[in-house]
């Protein structure tokens, strides 16, 4: 089961608009294929007696496109997620996801198991990667390049993460969305565990995962009884932002308020643009590691260690000059959208996770 975690208060970082990155997230998300777009319904355990034709209802009902299957817990398989059962949901007209929960314990064998899910016939595939993962940077560069190898650069792997990148900041957030990762970014926004309104979650949510520069696919909740004005108010920022889809955990706790509320018509919300974070000097993170791997691909030489402090500081300052923008040093939005032009230049993260200060 994805695991739900209270929101860490920390200050809102300082935002400003940067619709190019918008723009290009939505580049990012048309070259990924649309197996893991629109909206979606997350299935942690199959309900006893199920058939393709009644899942294939309730996915009907709210207008689902596809369904997320859990598919393995680690190395451990989910005899649930079956051929014959994808068979017969893509055979009514049912897009079938896996979805796979990594510990990052064991990166070659849980690789083997979520490469065995597609091989069932998943049509893409979702990594549920959350606390377990901290400080594993090494494994999940292991992990990413196993998938990778064996599903190839194109089949769509998104990363179901901790949506509050600022406060896990020994989260390898920047191994499984960067050059050879993932291809979509799917916070787990329960609004709720977070103890903030929807609205209130979008906007420290989309922010700080708009660095990474992938399209945001961000999942609601249907567990805990929500009201069906917040399912409601949870679409509507999805639409006006021009986000690549949504998908809500789960079908097996869901009421029938609840689903009733997701096949309600959102409307036709006013557009807005992606508000990406300002990162300053001082801050400490996997933000930091991220950008530092793009100073680097733009000719820097940083050791990347995750803390913005002086030498990072100079080398922000010095792309900024090269690139026509204020030498200010702070990473805002054009400074993002210079650098994401670039391959990000990952290190071998076999010896640990990052332990620098420059």
Same mark, same amino acid.
Request: charged share 5%; aromatic share 6%.
């Given at each position: 089961m994805i695991r739900r975690m209270r929101w860490a208060r920390r200050q809102a970082p300082v935002l400003v608009v940067a619709a190019a990155l918008v723009l290009w997230a939505a580049a990012a998300t048309a070259a990924a294929g649309g197996s893991i777009r629109g909206t979606a319904l997350w299935i942690d355990q199959v309900p006893t007696g199920a058939t393709p034709q009644s899942l294939a209802a309730a996915a009907g009902q709210v207008g689902a496109r596809t369904l997320y299957i859990k598919a393995a817990d680690g190395v451990t398989a989910e005899?649930?997620?079956?051929?014959?059962?994808?068979?017969?949901?893509? *055979?009514?007209g049912v897009s079938v996801c896996a979805w796979v929960f990594a510990y990052g314990s064991e990166p070659a064998p849980e690789a083997g198991a979520a490469i065995a899910a597609v091989h069932s016939g998943s049509g893409c595939l979702v990594i549920d990667a959350e606390a377990a993962y901290e400080t594993r940077y090494g494994q999940a560069q292991a992990y990413v390049r196993a998938l990778r190898a064996s599903l190839g650069r194109w089949f769509p792997i998104g990363l179901a993460g901790q949506p509050e990148i600022l406060q896990h900041p020994k989260f390898p957030y920047s191994v499984f969305l960067g050059p050879g990762g993932f291809d979509f970014d799917m916070p787990l926004m329960y609004w709720r565990d977070l103890g903030l309104s929807v609205r209130a979650a979008y906007a420290r949510v989309?922010?700080?995962n708009a660095i990474y520069g992938r399209p945001i696919l961000p999942v609601g909740q249907l567990y805990g009884e929500p009201a069906a004005g917040e399912l409601e108010q949870?679409?509507?920022? *999805?639409g006006s932002y021009g986000l690549a889809g949504t998908s809500f955990f789960d079908l097996d706790s869901a009421t029938p308020t609840g689903?009733?509320?997701?096949?309600?018509?959102?409307g036709h919300p006013r557009r807005r643009t992606i508000v990406p974070a300002t990162i300053r000097p001082g801050a400490d993170g996997d933000e930091v590691d991220w950008a530092q791997e793009l100073l680097n691909a733009a000719g820097a030489r940083l050791p990347v260690g995750g803390f913005y402090g002086a030498e990072t500081y100079r080398a922000v300052a010095g792309f900024q000059r090269r690139h026509r923008l204020p030498g200010t040093g702070v990473l805002g939005p054009a400074t993002w959208r210079g650098l994401l032009r670039l391959r990000a230049r990952e290190p071998s993260w076999a010896a640990g996770p990052p332990n620098s200060a420059r």
């Open positions: 005899p649930q997620f079956s051929p014959s059962l994808i068979a017969g949901l893509r *055979a009514l989309l922010p700080v949870f679409r509507v920022p *999805a689903l009733s509320a997701l096949a309600a018509s959102s």
